[in-house]
């Protein structure tokens, strides 16, 4: 298209037919406005959907939580066992709130009766001769009852026993 000379359009940048910080012309939009209404709306959806998550997140770690062991909450006596033909042996296993153990240079037989309470059912232990060898066995006992054993021989040999104490 031509324009006589001077008459040429100019282009600000802005928006044509209202200024920039007016409401449009009724009937005439433009992709750059929105009301002052839809700005403030979606972080209240976004919210909404946040604390609907969360809250579905809660209501199932607490039905979990129940359908567990009809035991949940007591404590289960764990026993942590050691025998062997040796004259000693290194132990590291899970003590109570699942913290990491570790006796070292202790005589055979050895044992540990460690309190597990629902939430932290898991047991482990390691158990290791010395230089001198001989057979070495883990074995770890829920309630009395012997859940897991494991037996190794040689020298530096380990025996390596874990499991869930709730099942049963």
């Given at each position: 298209?031509?324009?006589?000379?001077?008459?040429?359009?100019?282009?600000?940048?802005?928006?044509?037919?209202?200024?920039?910080?007016?409401?449009?012309?009724?009937?005439?939009?433009?992709?750059?406005?929105?009301?002052?209404?839809?700005?403030?709306?979606?972080?209240?959806?976004?919210?909404?959907?946040?604390?609907?998550?969360?809250?579905?997140?809660?209501?199932?770690?607490?039905?979990?939580?129940?359908?567990?062991?009809?035991?949940?909450?007591?404590?289960?006596?764990?026993?942590?066992?050691?025998?062997?033909?040796?004259?000693?042996?290194?132990?590291?296993?899970?003590?109570?709130?699942?913290?990491?153990?570790?006796?070292?240079?202790?005589?055979?037989p050895w044992s540990k009766v460690v309190p597990v309470r629902d939430w932290d059912r898991i047991v482990?232990?390691?158990?290791?001769?010395?230089?001198?060898?001989?057979?070495?066995?883990?074995?770890?006992?829920?309630?009395?009852?012997?859940?897991?054993?494991?037996?190794?021989?040689?020298?530096?040999?380990?025996?390596?026993?874990?499991?869930?104490?709730?099942?049963?």
């Open positions: 298209m031509s324009y006589p000379s001077g008459d040429q359009p100019q282009d600000s940048g802005e928006p044509q037919g209202y200024q920039q910080g007016q409401n449009p012309p009724a009937g005439m939009s433009s992709p750059e406005y929105r009301s002052p209404q839809q700005k403030a709306r979606w972080p209240w959806i976004a919210g909404g959907f946040v604390l609907i998550l969360v809250l579905l997140v809660a209501a199932g770690f607490t039905l979990f939580r129940n359908e567990g062991d009809e035991r949940a909450g007591n404590e289960i006596s764990v026993t942590y066992e050691v025998r062997g033909t040796g004259s000693e042996a290194a132990v590291t296993y899970l003590g109570q709130d699942q913290g990491m153990a570790q006796e070292t240079g202790v005589s055979l482990s232990m390691t158990a290791a001769n010395g230089p001198a060898g001989g057979d070495i066995t883990c074995r770890i006992l829920v309630d009395g009852r012997v859940m897991t054993e494991q037996t190794s021989s040689g020298p530096y040999a380990s025996a390596s026993c874990s499991g869930d104490a709730g099942e049963r």
